[in-house]
């Protein structure tokens, strides 16, 4: 099958996936910090995150059968989308574009056609944040990438603005002896000094309670005055930890993709939804987005 792995890498480059990799469809190394993540109650009002356990410790069960996972790193973009009057929203909501789910979905199938012409009878499953599975762990046991201290997956010469995605197979690939890369942060700290909660409470562990990404998006009430002042500019989201890591290059880049902020306190249902009904934006939705804005401006 090593004909099979090496066409898989290529196609999927030239698909726009900038890293792949393969692994086992073994116990996470990660498992046990995540469990214990978990039992420390780190993950917010996140409940699903504590489904599934069993899944998430035993990725093989996602697919019968299964025998390889292939991961895979699909870049955005490293400009901050803007409104006309200056708000920003994390560079990963791409607001002009539908949401990376189905972006990559779609991309993810062109690598499945290439998986079943080799063997049609052979199984598989694309998932993209849709399955309880441990994605950076598995993309780390793969040689991808590693750990920052931020918690995010970085590939070195290309940083950490990307997505991830994984097929699962039951064809047996021709699985390379990865490496995991060792951690290169080194004794940087920039990232949890630039977290505006202190969320990052020390590295590699990160209080999503806390964390501005988490409840300006997830988070089902409303964001408090502290918050407000925290967030900046930024109403969807927060890449702070992200822009203040060496491995990501330029930090300032922007790029106006969005109406201005009175127009989105202004703007009714119908119209957020054929606007941005089919974006990333559609995750916190409108009234949420309303509420963040107006805790900046408060």
Known sequence: MKELTERIIHDAKALGFIAVGFSSPSR?????????????????????????????????????????????????????????????????????????????????SEIVNIIKSYDMGCSTRICVDSAPALERSIAYSAGIGFIGKNNMLIIPGTGSYFYLAEIFTSLPLDIPNNQTMDDRCGSCTLCIDACPMGALEKPFSINASRCLSYLTVEYKGKVGQLEGKKMGDCFFGCDRCQEACPFNGQKNLRETLLPSSEELMQMQDEDFTQRFGRTSLKRAGLEKIKDNIRAIKA
């Open 28 to 108: 996470p190394l990660f498992f046990d910090q995540f469990t214990s993540w978990i039992s420390g109650h780190k993950n917010g009002e996140m409940s699903w995150l504590e489904r599934n356990i069993r899944l998430r410790e035993d990725p093989s069960l996602l697919l019968d059968g299964c025998r390889a996972i292939i991961s895979l790193a699909y870049p955005y973009s490293s400009h901050k989308p803007c409104t006309t009057d200056g708000l920003t929203a994390s560079r990963y909501s791409s607001p002009d574009q539908d949401d990376y789910h189905y972006r990559l979905k779609i991309l993810c």
